[in-house]
């Protein structure tokens, strides 16, 4: 079992950056490939990156790559993401997610956090 409790959103004006936290519980978590996902009002939940936990494929949203960074302290049990040149189109609740493949689709991770909100004003 994995527990994933994210931190760090906030309201940032646009082209601004912010950096989310992940941390998890659980002696496993080396064993997992770690993700981001995000959910706008009225929207579905979309992939925005993901890293396994040697760092060796990570993968990006066309719509993140550039300007957002996942990264993870496996020491510290947390996974991070960092987010340069912000835009009112990142505004969404950010939830972290675990899993055993890098892959783009929700089906593809076994545990969610409850999801911190991004809000990027214009």
């Known amino acids: 079992q994995v527990q994933l409790i994210e931190s760090g959103g906030g309201l940032v004006q646009a082209g601004g950056s912010l950096s989310l936290s992940c941390v998890a519980s659980g002696r496993t978590f080396n064993r997992y490939t770690m993700a981001w996902f995000r959910q706008a009002p009225g929207k579905g939940r979309d992939f925005v990156a993901a890293r396994t936990w040697s760092g060796d494929s990570t993968r990006y949203a066309d719509s993140v790559k550039g300007r957002f960074t996942i990264s993870r302290d496996n020491a510290k049990n947390t996974v991070y993401l960092q987010m340069n040149s912000l835009k009112p189109e990142d505004t969404a609740v950010y939830y972290c997610?675990?899993?055993?493949?890098?892959?783009?689709?929700?089906?593809?991770?076994?545990?969610w956090g409850q999801g911190t909100q991004v809000t990027v004003s214009s």
């Open positions: 997610a675990a899993g055993k493949y890098v892959t783009g689709t929700r089906e593809g991770y076994d545990y």
